[in-house]
């Protein structure tokens, strides 16, 4: 078995220092190390073999994780994505798998598990890590019991993410002003939101819009 990987991680030195570990693993090679997504990006352009594995760091600057994991989904989807991070919270987790990942690691993590994390995302697409389970388990229970979104509602929702005024989406959707002020207050309440921005962004957050 021959896996390539590719290490996107602003720390210089924690990068060049996994690369080294991953190439005494049976079968990896590192084939791209970039310091941010926007060289990461830069550098897939021109290689003749892409990686296998990228394992992309969270919080990184001029492209973050969720931002590099996202324009590698869309550029390169063949490629499997595994977020790498010191950041457990599930925030972190949830964007970085909502963005692409198939896995979600820390950077603690005993050799032993990353590399059989990394065997089981070449073979299956996909690692079942404790922390994972963990933070998609707590969504679950976050959502499972909110009330549910009217098909009105919904499309309010999608109409409310453009730049159009309250009173272009009641004629858009064929009702009075007075009707849209109640799905908004609805959204508002269902969504523990105030403002049109929140309601968008939490809709977003829980994956009940997608732009």
Known sequence: MHINIGIVDDHVLFGKSLATLLHTFEGFQVVVDARNGAELLDKCSKLKQLPDIMLIDVE???????ETAQALKNNYP?????ALSVNKSDNSVISMMRAGCCSYLLKDSPPRVLEQALREVYVNSYYNSEIHNNSLGKLLVTYKDAP????AEMEFLRLACSEITYKQIAEAMNVSARTVDGYR?????KLNVQTRTGMILEAMRRG???L
Not at 60 to 66: A, F, I, K, T
Not at 185 to 189: D, I, K, Q, V
């Open 208 to 210: 009940l819009l997608k």
């Open 185 to 189: 207050s609805n959204l508002f309440e």
């Open 78 to 82: 063949a490629i499997r994505l595994v």
């Open 60 to 66: 990184m600057p001029v492209m973050n994780g969720q």
């Open 148 to 151: 549910p979104f009217t098909e």
